[in-house]
Structure formats: structure tokens, C-alpha cells
């Protein structure tokens, strides 16, 4: 897996559209970087850029974004609500895939040193990137803020990591770092007053308030960990919101903290009325507060992701200020390459017609997956029928915990149905490779074994994942609305069918493949689900005509 990281920084302009270009267009004249998501504030006269890519070409990017900033940006003359201490007010480095937080950190540190001897910018480290971590708070190095850097600078404990000790009055100084993944997350209300926003803030952030008891000053902490939290009035919309930082989602999810603002402004009299996300979000984060809210509501959460994520975006009023759209805010969406679903994403008579075609492709192994698909898909739906039938309230998660089941299993084979189609062309093109040395010979050979073996592994997993599908299939025959058997029933027919045309699948390309040990192995394996899968359709069927009765 090649290493991505993703580089987020915020800088001190978020008005002037054109000038918020230049910067962005010194990140994408990068190759190897890819910017996701451009977030500009206007009351907070700031712009969140997010990107991703190689760590050496992120790093190329964010300097290039760096310096074009500086020039561009005049401190002396800005305004806005969030702190901020520079031109580039901060710039973090978050691991995505196939690399450590101690390599980000390395990185950051490379950034920052670059930073602060070829621009001759005051450069500070932060976070998993600062050696001392007494002072690798990020709001502990912003504090005093542009205005009060002059002065801070000059003190021995704030002397900067990188860069010159004399405070830039044009660029600022800058904030470089590595760091989990980040979710700034603001949640509007029904108030204009900042002060009771700061309440509200003060009652949910871990670092919470401090108060006098029996005469001496203590710490009492707010409700939430791993959230910074202050409240601000933000004239472009006319409330106050609480402007959070959810630093470690795994311990404070996005749904758990837009709850218990709700609680702790409820108590104060105010009512939340929405909220909005800055920058990008992780999946997850939304699913997750998708099936939250439906639990809530005792309804049943196996349904499809752009439902859990609808029901997320209404249940959070992330609307509320304007339009949310998934595709532009959510990481995984914005990653995603349109090949790997070229076939899923066709209609359904495209992708007839596309199968009936001269073209081998789609063959068999793409419509078993479909198939297998399409079976655990009607099993799924009678669990959620099943969960939201009239007088069956007491059985709700149940039913829910199978349809959760079931939206898994057909995800998976979803995408197995472009997975196999992408197996039969790794074949073709190994078959393409040259093939007049010897060298190449041996390397076409290899190439072909190895594509051979991605081949047979495909349409196994269709043959695992359907199977497995039949113990809904079969639960929803058995204990599911009775008014739906019918559909349990031809669930188990495509689950079958699915089976059995993957298992072809597999023997027609094990056939080419020279390591004998693991074709007797994987074909022993295939005709033990076969049989199973043969025999639990069969008992189904039972059941079903059982039930219908005629």
C-alpha cells in the first residue's frame, strides 16, 4: 500500500475568491496531490484547503501553498472571528493509509524546517510533530494570537522551532503539525449571543471552566473529551454556533457531540437548529450517526449508506445553512475512482445491455455476484419490514440486527460484481504483455499465473459472501413478516444460483493456473459450499411453499 497523507491548512483569507485560487492553484500544479475540498469562511475571513497524496508530493504542495499565502495575504490588515496567528495559520499533516504518525510527524518536520529557513517564517511545531510537549498545544501556541505575537515571540519559551525569532507583521507566523484525523464541526443556534454561546462551549469542552470553590480557583471540566470548543456570533448568518474540534472521533463521535450540545443548550434555555461541517469527513462519521438516530427512534439500521447518511444530514440539520452534498464532503467519496464501479453504477438496462454485447465482459462471475446481490438484498428488505410491522415493536432489533447483516453482505457483493470483470481483464492484459525475450516471456508468464489466481480468488469470495447470505434468507423465511415469505423465497433461488455460477467461475479459470496444491484445495473447499448451499435452498423452499400453502 503506498503511503497517503492528507494535509489540511487553514489560511487567513475568506473573501476574495480569486486570491484564494492563486493558493489553491500552487497545490494542484503538483503532481501526485490531489486537492479534495476548498471550505472559505467569510465571517471568519478564513479558507479550510484539504489535499491529499504522496507524502514528497504533499509536502512540495503545502510549502508552494505556504509561500504563495505569504505573498499574498497582509495580517496587518485582517479580520475575522476564529484566532489566528499567520498568513498560514496552521498546516497539519494527518496519516491516511500505509504510513505511521511517527512518519507524518518526520514529515511535518521536514515542511516546517523548510518553511522557516527559505521563506523566513517564524515556524512553530504542533502536536505529534513537537518534541515538548510543553508546547505542542495548538491553542497554547495561538494564544496572545497576530496581535499579541510581537511581544511573544520575544520570549525565550516561544522562540519558534524553525525560522527567524522576529515576528513577520505581513506573513505572521505559522503552525505546522501532524495529527489524527480532525472534524471541525459547528452547531448553530437559536441565540445571537456569543457569551452564552461561550457557556454552552465551556459545558461540553474537555478543558471545560474554571471556577471558585470555597475561595480557591479549580478546573471544572466539560462534558466531552477530545473536543476544543468556543462560541462566536457569525454575522454571514446572524446566530452564534459553538465551533468545535473533534480531535479524536473514535472517542468523541460527530453525532455524540451535536447531542450533547443539544442538551447542555436546551438547559440553558436555547434550542440547536443545525449544524455545519468545515472541510471534509471521514464515512463513517456519518453512517455511524445515521443508525444513532435511528436506534433512537427504534428503527431498524440495516439500510442502504446514502440512507444512513440522509437520515444523518436531517437529523444534524447539516442543510440547515445550506446544501450538503456527500460527494463533496465526505474523504472516502472524494477518493473513490469512477472505474471501480463502472458497472454498478450503470441502470439496470445498460447493464443488460452492456452483458448481452459482443464485449466477454460482464460474463458470468459479474451477474452471480448481482445475483447473490439481488438475494441477500430481498432478505434484508423483510428484515426491515419485518422491524417496522405493526405490532411487532418488542422484536425491532432483531430484525434490525439481520437487515444490518444482510446491507453488508450485499455491499460486498456489489462491488465483487465490477471486481470480477476487472479479474477477466488483469488476464487480458497479461495476455497482451510482449513476449519476444526470454525476460519478457518469463514475465508475461508470471503476470498471467498471478491475474489467473485473482481470477479464481473473485468469484470464491462471491460463493462465500452469498453463501452466507442464505442464514438471513433462511431466519426471514422462518421468523420474518409471513406476508413477505414469498420474497425469502426468491432471495434463496438468487442464492443459489449465485453460488453455483460463481463455483463455474471458479473451476473454468483454476483450469489455468499451475499451482495444482491450491486449485485441489480451493476446489474441495467450493464444492462443500456447493452442497451446503444446495441442500440449505432446498430446506428454504420447504418453508416457503409450507407457508403460502397452495
Not at 103 to 127: C, D, I, K, M, S
Not at 135 to 146: F, Q, V
Not at 231 to 247: C, P, R
Not at 486 to 495: I, P
Request: glycine fraction near 8%; charge should be neutral.
Amino acid at each position: 500500500m503506498q503511503p497517503i497523507i492528507e494535509c489540511v491548512p487553514n489560511f487567513s483569507e475568506g473573501n476574495d475568491v480569486a486570491l484564494i485560487k492563486q493558493i489553491t492553484d500552487q497545490v494542484e500544479a503538483v503532481e501526485g496531490v490531489r486537492l479534495l475540498n476548498v471550505d472559505p469562511g467569510k465571517a471568519t475571513n478564513r479558507t479550510v484547503v484539504t489535499f491529499v497524496g504522496q507524502p514528497e508530493a504533499v509536502i512540495e504542495a503545502a510549502f508552494r501553498a505556504i509561500k504563495k499565502a505569504g505573498e499574498l495575504i497582509d495580517m496587518s490588515k485582517h479580520k475575522g472571528e476564529h484566532p489566528r496567528m499567520g498568513a498560514t495559520d496552521v498546516c497539519p499533516l494527518i496519516p491516511i493509509s500505509g504510513i505511521s504518525m511517527e512518519e507524518t510527524a518526520h514529515y511535518a518536520q521536514r515542511l516546517a524546517r523548510r518553511v522557516g529557513e527559505e521563506l523566513q517564517l517564524p515556524v512553530y511545531l504542533y502536536e505529534a510533530a513537537q518534541p515538548d510537549k510543553s508546547r505542542s498545544n495548538l491553542s497554547l501556541i495561538r494564544a496572545g494570537e497576530y496581535e499579541g505575537f510581537f511581544k511573544k515571540i520575544k520570549e525565550p519559551q516561544w522562540k519558534p522551532d524553525y525560522g527567524p525569532a522576529v515576528f513577520d507583521a505581513k506573513r505572521g507566523g505559522t503552525v505546522i503539525g501532524a495529527r489524527d484525523f480532525l472534524v471541525a464541526y459547528n452547531v448553530n443556534l437559536n441565540t445571537t449571543s456569543t457569551r452564552r454561546a461561550n457557556a454552552i462551549a465551556f459545558d461540553v469542552r474537555e478543558a471545560g471552566r474554571n471556577v471558585v470553590e470555597n475561595g480557591v480557583k479549580v478546573n471544572k471540566p466539560g462534558s466531552l473529551k477530545s473536543v476544543k470548543a468556543i462560541g462566536w456570533f457569525i454575522e454571514e448568518y446572524g446566530v452564534a454556533q459553538i465551533s468545535m474540534n473533534l480531535t479524536n472521533i473514535n472517542i468523541t463521535a460527530l453525532h455524540i457531540a451535536f447531542d450533547e450540545v443539544c442538551k447542555k443548550a436546551e438547559a440553558r434555555g436555547i434550542r440547536v437548529t443545525g449544524s455545519e461541517l468545515v472541510g471534509l469527513v471521514p464515512l463513517h462519521s456519518l453512517t455511524d450517526a445515521g443508525k444513532y438516530f435511528l436506534r433512537k427512534q427504534k428503527r431498524s439500521t440495516g439500510v442502504s449508506e446514502k440512507e444512513l447518511i440522509r437520515i444523518a444530514v436531517k437529523s444534524m440539520g447539516l442543510d440547515e445553512l445550506g446544501p450538503f452534498k456527500p460527494e463533496e464532503r465526505i474523504i472516502e467519496y472524494m477518493l473513490r475512482k469512477t472505474a471501480d464501479s463502472k458497472l454498478v453504477s450503470m441502470t439496470l438496462t445498460d447493464f443488460a445491455d452492456e452483458t448481452a454485447s459482443e464485449s466477454p465482459a460482464p460474463g458470468g462471475g459479474s451477474i452471480a455476484a448481482y445475483a447473490g446481490a439481488l438475494g441477500v438484498s430481498l432478505a434484508t428488505m423483510v428484515a426491515n419490514l419485518s422491524s417496522h410491522k405493526k405490532g411487532w415493536d418488542e422484536r425491532w432489533e432483531e430484525f434490525s440486527n439481520w437487515a444490518e447483516k444482510g446491507e453488508q453482505l450485499k455491499q460486498e457483493l456489489v462491488k465483487l460484481v465490477d471486481e470480477d470483470t476487472k479479474a477477466f481483464n488483469r488476464i487480458m492484459d497479461a495476455f497482451g504483455m510482449p513476449k519476444s525475450t526470454e525476460a519478457e516471456k518469463a514475465a508475461r508468464k508470471a503476470a498471467i499465473q498471478e491475474a489467473t489466481r485473482y481470477a479464481i480468488e473473485i468469484p470464491y469470495k462471491v460463493m462465500q459472501a452469498s453463501f452466507s447470505s442464505m442464514e438471513i434468507i433462511k431466519a426471514m423465511a422462518v421468523t420474518g413478516n409471513p406476508n413477505s415469505v414469498s420474497d425469502a423465497g426468491v432471495g434463496a433461488l438468487c442464492a443459489r444460483t449465485a453460488v453455483l455460477g460463481a463455483f463455474m467461475n471458479v473451476r473454468i479459470n483454476a483450469a489455468g493456473y499451475d499451482d495444482k496444491d491450491f486449485v485441489t484445495e480451493i476446489v474441495r473447499k467450493g464444492k462443500e459450499i456447493e452442497e451446503k448451499t444446495i441442500a440449505l435452498e432446498e430446506e428454504i423452499r420447504g418453508v416457503v411453499n409450507e407457508k403460502i400453502g397452495i
